[in-house]
């Protein structure tokens, strides 16, 4: 066996990364959005970022993963009580991180070495790596203007019509030196793109310049896992987005927005009638159980999308 590198985002992804982990331990690499970061009462949060800590750690709710087990909101309410923002309820639990990363970079730390040094701390044997040390940040193209996905998400409800997407500072943005090594380790096994947003979560990250040539560079097949169920996204807005950008929402769809990086496309049991029309892009296609309720369910995922990966690497052997 070799290591094996995720691109995630999302409670989707952190629960496929989760499943991984649970298979690969210390030779598992996440490379995680940092799209969606965003400061807030001076503090830097990296919602992708945590949330993957959350789960790998084991500190996430079962209710709500993106946030620590047991969380409460007493200063969210004393800072109201201030007059401080109302629109982002903030956990108590939830500052831990934030606080410490905004320290830390105020001392010219490096986002990435803030974020395995949390590995370290939580006991998280994986890598989680930051897509890149340099800011990139989403914004939604809407009817009224540009703003950022947290604005969209989190004031605005999701309600804009989406147009399209901005990238900023993606194009100036460089690899890690961590990143660069995850994917081009001689002994890579698999690349696998987790269930999340293809727009706002994994698009970002294949914005940062390299990433692209990097993850065909070792012939190691690219997997990636539909977030679409039934024509809807079990969690976010991505079927929302989808159809006002003039795309069916549909586990289809999501494969031909990695068409030609992909070799393989993993989609769930209920949309199996629509496999052959995947396959007639080029792409493999795997039909499994694609819905992670449980634990049991993550692993038995991450088992199906290695041996998945597995089968395409043998036939391209056999065929050399």
Same mark, same amino acid.
């Given at each position: 066996?070799?290591?094996?590198?995720a691109?995630?985002?999302q409670?989707g992804?952190a629960?496929?990364?989760?499943?991984?982990?649970h298979?690969?331990?210390?030779?598992?690499?996440?490379?995680?959005?940092?799209?969606?970061?965003?400061?807030?009462?001076?503090?830097?949060?990296?919602?992708?970022?945590?949330?993957?800590? /959350?789960?790998?750690?084991?500190?996430a709710?079962?209710?709500?993963?993106?946030e620590?087990?047991g969380?409460?909101?007493?200063?969210?309410a004393?800072?109201k009580?201030?007059g401080?923002?109302?629109?982002?309820?903030?956990? #108590?639990k939830?500052?831990?991180?934030?606080?410490?990363?905004t320290?830390?970079l105020?001392?010219?730390?490096?986002?990435?070495a803030?974020?395995?040094?949390?590995?370290?701390?939580?006991g998280i044997?994986a890598? *989680?790596?930051?897509m890149?040390?340099?800011? @990139?940040?989403t914004y939604?193209?809407?009817?009224?203007? !540009?703003v950022? +996905?947290? !604005?969209?998400?989190?004031?605005l409800?999701?309600?804009p019509?989406v147009?399209? +997407?901005?990238?900023?500072?993606?194009?100036a943005?460089?690899?890690?030196?961590?990143?660069?090594?995850?994917?081009?380790?001689?002994d890579? !096994?698999a690349?696998i &793109?987790?269930?999340a947003?293809? /727009?706002h979560? &994994?698009r970002?990250?294949?914005e @940062?310049p390299?990433?692209?040539e990097?993850?065909?560079?070792?012939r190691?097949?690219?997997?990636? *896992?539909?977030p679409?169920?039934?024509?809807r996204a079990?969690?976010g807005?991505?079927?929302?987005i989808?159809?006002?950008?003039?795309?069916?929402?549909?586990?289809?769809?999501?494969a031909?927005? /990695?068409?030609?990086?992909?070799?393989?496309?993993?989609?769930?049991?209920?949309?199996?009638?629509?496999? #052959?029309?995947v396959?007639?892009?080029?792409?493999?296609?795997l *039909?499994?159980?694609?819905v992670?309720?449980?634990? !049991? #369910?993550?692993?038995?995922?991450?088992?199906? @999308?290695?041996? +998945?990966?597995?089968? &395409?690497?043998?036939?391209?052997?056999?065929?050399?």
């Amino acid at each position: 066996m070799g290591t094996v590198v995720a691109l995630a985002g999302q409670v989707g992804g952190a629960k496929l990364v989760d499943g991984l982990y649970h298979l690969r331990g210390k030779d598992l690499a996440a490379i995680v959005n940092t799209g969606d970061d965003y400061d807030h009462l001076t503090l830097r949060f990296c919602p992708d970022i945590d949330t993957v800590l /959350y789960a790998l750690s084991g500190m996430a709710s079962a209710a709500a993963p993106w946030e620590p087990a047991g969380e409460s909101h007493a200063l969210f309410a004393t800072l109201k009580q201030f007059g401080g923002p109302a629109e982002l309820t903030l956990g #108590d639990k939830s500052l831990a991180a934030p606080l410490l990363r905004t320290a830390w970079l105020a001392e010219d730390r490096r986002l990435t070495a803030i974020t395995l040094d949390f590995c370290k701390q939580l006991g998280i044997g994986a890598r *989680v790596l930051p897509m890149s040390d340099d800011p @990139v940040r989403t914004y939604v193209l809407t009817d009224d203007g !540009e703003v950022s +996905f947290q !604005e969209y998400f989190t004031t605005l409800a999701c309600e804009p019509v989406v147009r399209g +997407f901005n990238y900023a500072g993606a194009d100036a943005a460089t690899l890690t030196p961590e990143v660069s090594d995850a994917l081009d380790s001689e002994d890579l !096994e698999a690349v696998i &793109i987790c269930p999340a947003n293809p /727009y706002h979560t &994994i698009r970002p990250i294949l914005e @940062v310049p390299g990433m692209r040539e990097l993850m065909r560079k070792r012939r190691a097949p690219v997997i990636a *896992v539909t977030p679409i169920v039934g024509g809807r996204a079990l969690k976010g807005s991505a079927g929302k987005i989808m159809g006002e950008l003039r795309h069916e929402a549909s586990a289809r769809r999501v494969a031909l927005e /990695y068409l030609k990086l992909i070799d393989g496309f993993v989609i769930d049991a209920v949309d199996a009638a629509s496999a #052959d029309d995947v396959r007639a892009s080029g792409i493999d296609v795997l *039909v499994a159980n694609t819905v992670m309720r449980t634990v !049991e #369910d993550r692993t038995s995922l991450a088992r199906a @999308v290695l041996a +998945f990966a597995q089968t &395409i690497r043998e036939r391209r052997l056999q065929e050399a």
